[in-house]
């Protein structure tokens, strides 16, 4: 569609779709503007076609639209309603899932042995040497080459771990009840930054500080959650978010809140004081400590709202390093997937971009609760970490507003005068606007046994996307 | 002055100067704008005249004002260069200044008995309480009428103290060292808010949490900085300025990273655990307890940019509840002095306006090393606590930049792309551009013996600055 415009000076044209039109005017010595816009559905009719079923309308309380609207609206009531707690510290995995056995908890959507990336495939072997099934390195990728252990994801376990989120039944976790709802979720304990094996690296160094959270960070945590009888999450992300952290990738006010609530009641806890002293030293050096127990209080928040009847709120954003895997609401356990892209970011000294390893881990469940990307707003210090500038942080919030379907007045966000957070992305204002989620995220070096080289910012694949709403259209149609 | 300007539609006038002109256009149905302009000096020849003489001229390195400007260079490299750290705490003001004996230490400039605003009688009545030199609140006002009791002002001790700043014998004292330049600083410690000694309460409450201060935080407090030896005071502000601090009317962070840094020595340190958890949860419970320690490191810092030949920088900003007083550094100990003026700002519950006291303190000692209303862009979160909008906050750090010599880039605020902080006050830029100084603070009840009833933002009175400009111009004039 062209406007042509007659003014004094001659003729000017406006043109939407094809360029070849504007370069036709331009080329003859005419004014022509290019406006930037796309269809709906990137020109899918089919797309563009479910898009247009599943939109509200007012007039229109039966059809499918303005289902989904109310059905959207209880997902976002039931966001703000959220109360997740840190209720327990498990000392080992099976504490909490007897069953688990050999089983591996990984990032992400499913994904076999020999598609793995190569952290997550570090991480596995970083995961048999700490629980002793192998002795050396070389065995254990054999073991796991052989298919010795079963894999499962996280998020079907209600847990969630950030990068490779290898879970393995000794590892201690944070255990998280959303008291609104009554659902429990849970995460593995942060090891720190750079040569860990959430990262991929495996080395005696990362086993040796694993077995040093389980003997001695989890069971001081579970002393100083226990005598506190259990710590509101939400309270600390949302000072958090008055104190410059986005609650994904900055968590320097979050883990400070953290230490602050623990250090009172092992002050006087009985026992040897060595290990508070441990611990304590351990989390004050350690300011994405508090990652994990956003990332399970977004959980336990984000379950709640899932299984809801025409829902098309994302419940949840994971990647495997392979794929990136988005699950929605009134569409089940499955995972709409798409090949992950690479994050823009800044490297630590010695690496470059091509050393990273496409977009991984489940901490994008931050950002379909309202925090990382959608209140990047917050976090002007955290440019300082991922490069950018303060003006586009807040940027990305205000488009996060165009594709989610509340604010969360529970968060809010400084810099934005203090309106809530964007809450609830709607897979429908997604695709309709062309707008995909903002994800804030460390980067790993796509070799298994490097670790953590970097830090920045990616987009989710649109592919999840359209998918999911092809889905629900599928869905909805026989209704 | 006016400027005529023809055009198309008849005549248009700008003018500077006495309104009844523009009037007179306006009223014969001309158009007429009325510029918001005053001369320097605020129309007063004489000031008008010292200014242009205290101001540089780079033909003349040898003319008065470029000296002032390379004694400001030096002043603000010293403010740069400043080192403070925490290095003890001693037990009683009187380990720091044996002979202090029965002289009461205030805020601001000397003031008599008779003279002082009802805050400040309230907390010299506790104090004597506090020391036991009287039984009951009227036996010590009738001693402290008789004049049985010494006055002193915490500045000439090397000590700053917030709201009415009284410090006595026996109140213990942060020890802070300008490691840079050898020079010392203290400050008491701070009660929280509300009814508390510092905002003129003095109840039995009262009394008591300072007995407690004395025999139990001190205490702890020590073996904890010894333990350190020695806590980097100008790192925490720095990074409180990225967490939504300015350090002044917010310390909330930087209270965390103190808990944080005593937390983990206080975990294994011998002796009884009771007072260790007391301490650890008074402070956990009071987000301004970093005050007084931002206060005794902006006076450690300033302290060493004081007594520089020909340096129009201020050094001071000093309340007494009635007057303000300013010290500049080339210009002695001579407190330039002007009535203080009310806050704007929020009151708590049951409070309003005219319940409060003209400012009042010593706090403002860290608007002049950079904090407070100068980094005011750094704190979007306090303007929740005093009113305004994110962008005034902003926009009050930005006039900063138009009344100091430099930027500060060991403190960044975030909100100005990571600008460094405005350092160093300079006197001739205040008069000249007539902005005066913003001051983040609390209000105190005006009568003795109720506390704090909310917080706000004031300007330092611009007659301290005239006053100032006036002094140093009638100093060089026979140079």
Chains 1, 2 share one sequence.
Not at 50 to 68: E, H, T, W, Y
Request: proline residues 4%.
């Amino acid at each position: 569609m062209s406007v042509a415009l007659l003014e004094q000076d001659g003729l000017s044209v406006m043109n939407v779709g094809l360029e070849s039109f504007t370069r036709s005017v331009t080329e003859r010595g005419g004014q022509a503007l290019q406006l930037d816009w796309q269809p709906p559905g990137d020109a899918d009719a089919s797309l563009a076609w479910a898009l247009a079923n599943l939109a509200g309308d007012a007039d229109d309380p039966q059809c499918i639209g303005s289902k989904i609207d109310v059905a959207n609206k209880e997902a976002v009531e039931r966001i703000v309603a959220a109360q997740p707690m840190l209720v327990d510290v498990a000392l080992h995995a099976r504490d909490v899932w007897p069953d688990i056995g050999r089983t591996l908890l990984h990032a992400g959507a499913p994904i076999a042995w020999d598609k793995m990336c190569g952290p997550m495939r570090g991480a596995m072997v970083g995961a048999v040497l700490y629980e002793g099934w192998a002795d050396t390195e070389a065995q254990a990728e054999a073991m796991l080459g052989r298919g010795e252990f079963k894999f499962a994801q996280c998020h079907d376990y209600g847990a969630v771990g950030p990068m490779a989120g290898v879970i393995s039944s000794s590892m201690p976790v944070f255990v998280v009840r959303n008291e609104t709802f009554g659902n429990m979720a849970y995460s593995n304990m942060s090891e720190g930054i750079g040569r860990v094996l959430r990262f991929g690296a495996n080395g005696q160094d990362v086993i040796d500080r694993l077995r040093w959270i389980e003997n001695v960070l989890a069971p001081t945590l579970q002393t100083a959650v226990r005598a506190i009888g259990g710590l509101d999450l939400r309270a600390i992300q949302a000072q958090a978010l008055l104190m410059g952290d986005e609650v994904h990738s900055r968590n320097a006010a979050a883990t400070l809140q953290f230490l602050a609530a623990i250090s009172v009641p092992l002050a006087d806890a009985p026992g040897d004081r060595g290990p508070i002293r441990e611990t304590l030293e351990f989390i004050a050096g350690n300011s994405q400590f508090f990652l994990n127990l956003s990332m399970s209080s977004s959980k336990a928040t984000m379950d709640a709202v899932h299984g809801i009847e025409n829902c098309s709120i994302v419940t949840a954003i994971a990647r495997n390093g392979v794929t990136t895997g988005v699950r929605v609401s009134g569409l089940g356990k499955q995972w709409f997937q798409a090949a992950s892209e690479m994050p823009e970011g800044l490297y630590f000294p010695g690496f470059v971009a091509t050393d990273g390893n496409p977009d991984l881990g489940d901490s994008a469940i931050c950002e379909t609760a309202g925090y990382g990307g959608s209140s990047l707003a917050a976090s002007p210090a955290l440019v300082q970490l991922v490069g950018g500038t303060v003006a586009q942080a807040v940027g990305y919030s205000r488009e996060m507003y165009e594709i989610t379907t509340a604010r969360n007045a529970a968060l809010s966000l400084p810099n934005l005068d203090f309106a809530g957070a964007p809450c609830g992305i709607d897979i429908r204002k997604v695709v309709d606007n062309g707008m995909r989620p903002v994800v804030t995220t460390g980067i790993a070096h796509k070799q298994a046994g490097v670790g953590q080289i970097g830090a920045g910012i990616v987009r989710s694949p649109m592919g999840c996307f359209t998918q999911a709403v092809m889905a629900l259209a599928q869905a909805k149609s026989a209704c």
